[in-house]
């Protein structure tokens, strides 16, 4: 959802007749969610808001090295899950099966204070290891989708100028098309490493 309508949602009632929900959907409107998560070693952080007739939520999706944590929070109260990032054994998947912790908002909730607290959560988890954290590789891979996909375009704008410009006809052949086969194989595939 476009931070254009969020904003003008926000505008259609009073600062003080906000929700805990509004408010939280103000500061990642002000990006005072983002900064607030820039304090802590958390990386490849999502934020997914959707304003809906039926009601509105807003979720925050969070790596912390091999664990994840996702947040969601709507108009009557918030849960979070805390999972590991990578495949383990089915004996710990388990023990996070159990851990969606379902809570309401209290008068004192603070989006600052409850970030606060998933994070030292994160930190004490047994399955927590500790070592470098990954990369973000989603841009690159959306760069090199972007280039393997418009690859067979480009040939082939070049092959047509180069035809128009020599006045001489230019004929593909099978390796154009073997070309092709593997740019499109290639583009899509590196989109969809950007969806994970």
């Known amino acids: 959802m476009g931070k254009k309508r969020l904003a003008k949602y926000l505008a259609s009632k009073p600062e003080g007749e906000y929700s805990y929900l509004d408010k939280i959907l103000k500061a990642y409107a002000d990006g005072e969610a983002a900064r607030l998560l820039s304090k802590y070693l958390f990386y490849d952080t999502e934020f997914y808001c959707n304003l ?3 009601g509105n939520d807003f979720q925050i999706v969070v790596k912390y090295y091999n ?10 109260g918030y849960f979070y899950v805390l999972y590991p ?8 998947v388990k023990a996070f099966d159990q851990s969606v912790i379902y ?9 600052e204070t409850f970030l606060e607290t998933i994070y030292e ?15 973000n590789r989603r841009k690159l891979y959306a ?10 375009l480009v040939i082939s704008g070049y092959l047509a100028a180069y035809g128009f410009i020599t006045d ?9 098309i073997i070309l092709f086969v593997i740019s499109l194989f290639l583009g899509n595939h590196f989109y969809y490493k950007t969806r994970k």
Do not use: H
């Open 52 to 54: 809906r007739r039926w």
């Open 67 to 76: 664990l994840s944590a996702i947040m969601c929070f709507s108009e009557a």
């Open 85 to 92: 990032g990578v495949k383990i054994t089915n004996k710990r």
């Open 103 to 111: 809570c309401g908002y209290e008068e004192d909730f603070r989006l």
């Open 121 to 135: 959560k994160l930190k004490v988890q047994p399955e927590l290891v500790i070592g470098p954290i990954p990369k």
């Open 143 to 152: 760069l090199l989708s972007a280039l393997f996909i418009s690859l067979p």
């Open 168 to 176: 001489t006809k230019v004929y593909g052949n099978w390796w154009i």
